[in-house]
């Protein structure tokens, strides 16, 4: 498998899914601003949205969309319990939190780290992570991992979500419980595997 990334972009959630199921996957760099791969191609052809991540599997065909990527990476090795059984309550469990980190915490940092947002909107985005954090931070009271007892794939689309504060002065010290649910991801050798093959760690 063929991994489009970017290096710290939410491409690093099926990355670490990746590292997390066995894979050493090859991995192949984008350039989001000129939509160039490392080696100069146009990435536009191989994704024309112009995203990562982006998932070439071995029989050539793209899976795009961090979400669809991760759990189809923990289907091919239910063995690594990266996700819930399909049909399975807490798989159901699972896709809720996948798509509450897509939307309601991933996209609030999208003003953050777009050069032409008015202070307005980016105001209006700390806020709303304000809120969305205060939620989490209840959450994660008292709790190792969003579903269940063990690491799965919205852990690590939350830690990516969460490990972009830092970039743009977004405090989460005020949230104890996620600070500490980020010390706990990051210690995990997948999670440092994938991190050191970005050039993050």
């Known amino acids: ?9 939410c491409s690093l959630s099926p990355h670490i899914v990746l590292r997390e199921a066995g894979y050493d996957p090859e991995l192949v760099k984008v350039d989001l601003r000129t939509k160039k791969t490392a080696d100069g191609g146009d990435f536009l052809k191989i994704n024309p949205t112009g995203y990562v991540p982006a998932l070439e599997l071995d029989d050539g065909s793209l899976l795009t969309e961090g979400p669809a990527i991760v759990q189809y990476i923990a289907d091919l090795k239910p063995a690594a319990g990266l996700a819930p059984a399909n049909g399975s309550r807490a798989r159901y469990d699972l896709q809720s939190w996948l798509n509450f980190v897509s939307t309601e915490l991933h996209k609030s940092y999208s003003p953050l780290f777009k050069p032409d947002s008015t202070d307005d909107q980016k ?14 931070a209840e959450v994660m009271a008292g709790r ?17 979500v969460n490990s972009w504060a830092a970039y743009v002065k977004v405090d989460l010290s ?4 996620v600070v500490e649910f980020q010390k706990r991801i990051a210690a995990r050798p997948g999670v440092q595997a994938a991190l050191k093959a970005e050039g993050l760690a």
């Not at 105001?123 to 989490?136: G, I, P, Q």
């Not at 190792?144 to 990516?160: Q, R």
């Open 174 to 177: 005020g949230w104890p419980s």
């Open 1 to 9: 498998m063929k991994l489009y990334y970017a290096p710290g972009a």
């Open 123 to 136: 105001n209006a985005a700390r806020a709303l992570l304000d809120r969305r954090y205060a939620y989490m």
């Open 144 to 160: 190792d991992y969003l579903v269940g007892n063990s690491f799965s794939v919205a852990d690590a689309y939350f830690f990516v």
